[in-house]
């Protein structure tokens, strides 16, 4: 049982000194670089002042959400993917549970799981579909594509998928390492659509992952945010062509992914 | 709403928990049986507040693998634990064997993961000073902590993945065991829940003020919040299986409302539990049993009691297990399916610990003592922050 999935919308957030935009849809000229200094995700969904009740994790997410939210209708399902999850909600309350009354925010501790970004997505947006929270550490991109594959093969339906990552605070950035932030957007559907960009067939294959090609993916895996293991799909996309990328998965097996421009 | 024609043949075949009742099923549905609660006044941890929790006995002395000693955390122990109940291990060794090691997947519920060591080594930190080199995120605080060690220890080398959708997470990995299979990626997945009591969980949900100072008491007049648990629930989910066990349907909806507390109608989780009737092609009366998610705080319950009476009616035979092993957070979808199998096999409706007088708006027909009868469809209820809901349905 095999179902052709298709790709109606792809979104990069990360740092880039080209002028070029989409980010996503022009990897193979644009040079990667650091953000702005000050500069923070900044989702229309959540008014700017009241971003300061969400975490850099959740803007990031929330960002990436609603670039590919107008390429899904309203029953799709949501993929969030984080490897490290809500890293400067947990310093904080790391740091509060040092003191004797280890006394924590409520709001912190209830945006401090894995699944705030994709909750406060769904109360941004008032979504009452399914949505899902995966960490697969290293992996999480394969991972979470793997989950958004397999609902819009078995359940029919349309899935955005969300990856993020951002850098921690002291000092959880030694053990936590990475350093940028990077979210990223991908809306799969089981119906191809005027808005269809590609022809997505999948399979597990004991095949190496495939290098990036650009000179952009190369440098931003080397900030090791495994958001960035999304970019050989992307590289596809991007250029319009035909071919093959095989993401990373936990085990023994990875994720091949056979794209056909449309 | 997956298309289950091919799904009726994937079944659970082997299972194991690990709770503060015991470990293993002789203990479970021995306490399942005489209604006993394993919430005890916390004896342990720095808590600055008086509370009961269920806390699983003797983790401390159980030989880790030495050669994955970097994994040792109070979460892989209660994994490790689950895997030495029930002949659970020999068991997720046959079905490698039988089906190749790159057949078989590991999924994996958690909220905290390994968290309670990241607690340890940042709260013997210096004030300002680095954390010690040789503390590891992989091996402890990452939500894939325990899948990596389930998938290191057991050599699955299908794919490995962790959900954390807080109080629904484990709930959820059961859904994804199904898919992979069914999909044909995997012809069997380890999948379940693990959550160990940490500094997190239990000051987070007082600050909230949702930690009550007495066993708790789901559906009573009287409730007043939660008592915290821990477990390790796991099952082997399998094509071709010879058991008579199986998930025949799920649902998965968000509220979209808030993140830690459902519309007081509870139409979210009442449209995942529609779902999950829908897709195993059942009708209400079809159902004998409702497993509460049951947290004992007063609006929680109260949701859940008119989403059950919407989706089901209110006449259905309903408990919640929290009052017997506490509220084991990510690890509860998992552990209380187990509890679920359980009840199916022995043709028990398991009582609801801990209920004295029933809230006049809970439902009707929950009952404190265990009673018996034939089961052939229960419903399991896990709800989790951000408006997560998850439904199943397991039948026998």
């Not at chain 2, 002395?61 to 955390?73: G, T």
């Not at chain 2, 559906?219 to 094509?239: N, T």
Request: hydrophobic residues 40%; contains cysteine; glycine residues 8%.
């Amino acid at each position: 049982m095999q179902t052709e999935i298709f790709v109606e919308a792809f979104a990069l957030i990360a740092p880039s000194t080209a002028d070029a935009q989409p980010l996503a849809h022009s990897l193979s000229t644009a040079v990667f670089s650091t953000f702005p200094e000050g500069w923070k995700p900044s989702p229309e969904c959540i008014p700017a002042r009241a971003r300061r009740r969400y975490s850099p994790q959740t803007l990031l997410a929330i960002q990436a959400a609603e670039q590919i939210a107008p390429a899904l209708a309203a029953d799709a399902a949501w993929v969030f993917g984080s490897a490290y999850g809500e890293g400067e909600t947990l310093q904080l309350i790391l740091e509060a549970l040092r003191g004797p009354a280890m006394a924590i925010r409520p709001t912190r501790f209830q945006n401090s799981v894995h699944n705030a970004a994709s909750g406060q997505w769904t109360i941004a947006r008032s979504i009452k579909t399914a949505a899902t929270s995966i960490c697969g550490a290293g992996q999480t991109a394969g991972s979470s594509l793997l989950k958004a594959l397999l609902q819009v093969q078995l359940e029919h339906r349309p899935v955005g998928v969300v990856l993020f990552d951002a850098p921690l605070p002291a000092p959880l950035d030694t053990s936590h390492r990475l350093t940028c932030p990077a979210g990223a957007g991908l809306a799969l559907s089981n119906r191809q659509s005027p808005r269809s960009c590609a022809r997505l067939v999948y399979s597990l294959v004991q095949q190496a992952e495939t290098p990036p090609q650009t000179r952009y993916a190369k440098d931003a895996l080397a900030s090791l945010n495994p958001v960035f293991s999304i970019l050989p799909l992307f590289e596809h996309l991007g250029r319009s062509g035909t071919g093959e990328a095989v993401l990373g998965l936990n085990g023994a097996l990875n994720l091949k992914l056979e794209v056909t421009a449309l | 709403m997956t298309d289950t024609s091919s799904a009726r043949n994937i079944g659970i075949s082997h299972s194991a928990l690990v709770s503060c009742l015991g470990r293993g099923r002789a203990s479970h549905v021995s306490a399942l049986r005489e209604g006993k609660s394993g919430l005890r006044e916390s004896n342990h941890l720095d808590l600055p507040f008086r509370c009961f929790l269920g806390a699983v006995e003797d983790l401390a002395s159980l030989p880790f693998p030495k050669h994955l000693s970097a994994y040792d955390n109070r979460a892989n122990r209660l994994a490790l634990a689950a895997l030495q109940s029930d002949a659970f291990y020999d068991n997720a060794l046959a079905t490698q064997e039988k089906w190749g090691a790159s057949r078989c997947g590991v999924v994996i519920g958690t909220s905290t993961a390994g968290v309670e060591m990241l607690e340890q080594v940042y709260r013997a930190r210096q004030e300002g000073a680095p954390m010690p080199a040789d503390y590891s995120m992989q091996h402890h605080d990452s939500q894939q902590a325990v899948a990596a060690f389930l998938q290191e220890y057991l050599n699955f080398l299908g794919p490995s993945y962790s959900i954390s959708t807080a109080c629904s997470s484990s709930a959820k990995a059961l859904v994804d065991a199904y898919q992979l299979i069914e999909a044909g990626l995997c012809d069997a997945v380890l999948v379940g829940g693990v959550d160990s009591l940490c500094l997190t969980s239990l000051n987070g949900f007082e600050s909230l003020e949702l930690i009550s100072r007495n066993p708790c008491k789901p559906c009573d007049r009287d409730r007043d919040g939660l008592s915290i648990g821990e477990a390790a629930a796991f099952m082997i989910v399998e094509r071709d299986s010879k058991s008579d066990l199986r998930m025949t349907g799920y649902g998965e909806s968000s509220d979209g409302t808030n993140m830690s507390t459902p519309p007081e109608d509870g139409t979210g989780a009442a449209a995942a539990i529609r779902q999950a009737l829908k897709q195993a092609d059942l009708v209400a009366a079809d159902i004998d049993y409702v497993n509460l998610h049951g947290t004992a705080t007063v609006v929680n319950d109260a949701a859940e009691a008119r989403a059950v009476s919407s989706a089901i009616g209110p006449a259905v035979a309903a408990s919640s297990l929290k009052g017997a092993i506490g509220h084991t957070l990510g690890a509860a979808g998992a552990a209380e399916a187990v509890l679920c199998l359980y009840a199916l096999q022995e043709g028990i409706i398991p009582g609801n610990p801990g209920l004295e007088q029933l809230d006049p708006k809970a439902l009707p027909n929950v009952a404190p003592q265990c009673r018996e009868a034939p089961l052939k469809h229960v419903v399991s209820n896990s709800f989790g922050f951000g408006g997560s809901n998850c439904a199943l349905v397991l039948s026998r």
